[in-house]
């Protein structure tokens, strides 16, 4: 008989827990490819390629690793090939969805544009852009049909204005979305710019925060009026009973395959203390944050197993070295704010809120825009989470002007619900992932809404929000509006695959804010899309109380 212990099986061994890809607990493996990309060159050395290299020696020299994955660090994607159709979006490799042209993203923080910036904004689209230009609900210009040499000379324009391309994609700090009105608002008490421009100049484009473990967003306004509910951080307007006007913080807001509404930390920030609460919370992000899977890399995934009790000490004691103030929650408007329309700034001024029909513009209208706000006396535009543009400065004697000339460029101060209230994302025209058309879909839309529904527009005190994603990605924010339409291949009467969505119904943000339910089996077609809206909103404004809203 054997006298030896017998040796212990892997099975008795103490499992080891498999990390999250958290840098701040010994996992700095690169753990998916994207990690491994960021770790071999950080994303913000491209720039010196490109002007070096791709854009002497064209597309075909350009590092796939580049191409794919660190150009986002520059606002750069590949655009989709034409003509290839929804049904194979998912079947194909990224190369051979590439199209040999890119999407530009152009930052404008806050959304603040001057009218010199938009005009070279607009000059650029129609040189080098085949005169494509989309206002996006992130307040940013984005372009199709860009060559790769072309790059020096528009980062040279853009520069020159004072915009940038930098971190306006890519595992990075995205752009800062803000109020279009901050600051000449007569309801806003403190204009948070200062704190959007600090952060901007410390810490955009610095290799600090280059390598996130996904994207950022962040939000600063004191009025409701940027989706705050779903950035991954958010500053909001709150009076504070003794320390007077400052910001509310929240985080871990999101979309996408798995939405959330950002939690509130219970802090009241003052103005001068957002760019280090920002860069504290950052820091956190990126040294906490899961890069194990890409798509649990968001940090409304550590928000969601921390809760915010533990989350605020952590950014306290690690990366603050100070208690934050405990604050009381922001009042919550009905809906968000969308600026369109005629409005009183406080010096007696006026903005105008103009609605482009689901964010599309072009090289030729941005230039137009920027003649006519001029001669309007403004030198200021912004544009709005909500895909709108509006003209700040204005004077009584120049409005009804503004509001003609602007109307014949097709954006609108006075548009019907529809136009108002229906956004759309990129869709199949140009984006890699899109199953559906969005764009031109989203804008026939809107037409034949007017048709439709000519004889009830009267009726519709609050406009229906309708939203046309071409993919689960939810870039036009699918599930927080009033009718949210998924991208998705469905089949018709006659049981052929075409282009539809998926349903979610009652969503919103402010009073309302909370995912639209998404009801089995509520699929509609694109040709169908019409029918489809004009039948539930009839339903909505025969069935409602009064003041009733669609998601209540
Ligand atoms: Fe592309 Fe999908 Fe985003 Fe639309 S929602 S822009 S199709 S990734």
Redesign the pocket.
């Known amino acids: 008989m054997s006298t030896e212990t017998p040796a212990a099986t892997p099975a008795a061994q103490p499992k080891r827990k498999r990390g999250e890809g958290q840098w701040k607990l010994g996992h700095r493996e690169p753990l998916t490819p994207n990690e491994r990309t960021k770790r071999d060159d950080d994303g913000l050395n491209v720039r010196a390629r490109i002007e070096n290299i791709y854009a002497k020696r064209g597309f075909d020299s350009i590092d796939p690793g580049d191409l794919r994955g660190r150009f986002r660090w520059w606002g750069l994607y590949t655009q989709r090939r034409p003509g290839i159709d929804g049904g194979r979006t998912a079947t194909l490799e990224p190369e051979e969805l590439d199209d040999r042209y890119f999407m530009l993203r152009v930052r404008s923080d806050g959304g603040a544009l001057t009218t010199e910036q938009l005009r070279v904004l607009g000059e650029i689209s129609q040189q080098y852009a085949r005169n494509t230009a989309d206002i996006t609900d992130r307040q940013n210009i984005q372009y199709h049909w860009i060559e790769v040499e072309s790059m020096p000379t528009i980062w040279q324009r853009l520069e020159g204005v004072g915009l940038l391309t930098t971190e306006a994609c890519g595992d990075t700090p995205r752009v800062i979305l803000g109020s279009p009105v901050a600051g000449i608002s007569a309801s806003h008490p403190v204009d948070p710019e200062p704190a959007i421009r600090t952060i901007l100049d410390r810490y955009i484009g610095s290799k600090e925060f280059s390598n996130l473990p996904r994207k950022f967003k962040t939000a600063i306004s004191w009025e409701q009026d940027v989706a705050h509910e779903i950035n991954d951080i958010s500053f909001v307007g709150v009076e504070h009973p003794e320390h007077g006007p400052g910001f509310d913080l929240w985080v871990g807001g999101g979309l996408s395959t798995n939405p959330k509404i950002a939690t509130r930390l219970g802090a009241w920030v003052p103005l001068d203390e957002i760019p280090d609460v920002w860069a504290g919370v950052c820091g956190l992000f990126r040294d906490y944050g899961y890069r194990r899977l890409r798509h649990r890399a968001r940090i409304k995934f550590l928000i969601a197993d921390w809760g915010a009790e533990k989350f605020r000490q952590v950014l306290q004691d690690e990366y603050l070295g100070r208690e934050l103030i405990d604050g009381p929650a922001p009042v919550t408007p009905d809906r968000p704010i969308d600026h369109v329309g005629v409005h009183k700034q406080r010096d007696g001024l006026n903005y105008v809120g103009l609605a482009p029909a689901s964010g599309r513009v072009s090289g030729d209208i941005l230039v137009a825009l920027a003649k006519a706000a001029e001669s309007a006396g403004s030198r200021r535009v912004r544009l709005t989470a909500q895909q709108k543009v509006v003209v700040l400065d204005v004077p009584d004697a120049a409005v009804d002007a503004l509001v003609a000339e602007a109307d014949g460029l097709g954006l609108q101060a006075n548009p019907s619900p529809w136009r108002r209230a229906t956004m759309a994302?990129?869709?199949i025209e140009f984006?890699k992932?899109?199953i559906v058309e969005?764009k031109e879909r989203a804008i026939r839309l809107v037409a034949d809404l007017e048709e439709r529904l000519a004889d009830i527009q009267g009726d519709i005190d609050t406009p229906v929000s309708i939203h046309l994603?071409?993919?689960p990605?939810?870039?036009?924010r699918t599930q927080v509006a009033d009718i949210g339409l998924k991208?998705m291949i469905v089949q018709d009467a006659e049981k052929k695959s075409v282009e539809g969505f998926q349903v979610h119904l009652g969503g919103g943000l402010g009073l309302d804010a909370g995912f639209g339910r998404k009801l089995r089996g509520l699929k509609v077609t694109s040709a169908e899309l019409g029918e489809y809206v004009e039948r539930v909103v009839r339903h909505y404004i025969a069935q409602r109380e009064p003041g009733e809203r669609f998601a209540q």
């Open positions: 994302c990129t869709g984006c992932l899109a969005t994603n071409g993919c990605n939810s870039c036009a991208g």
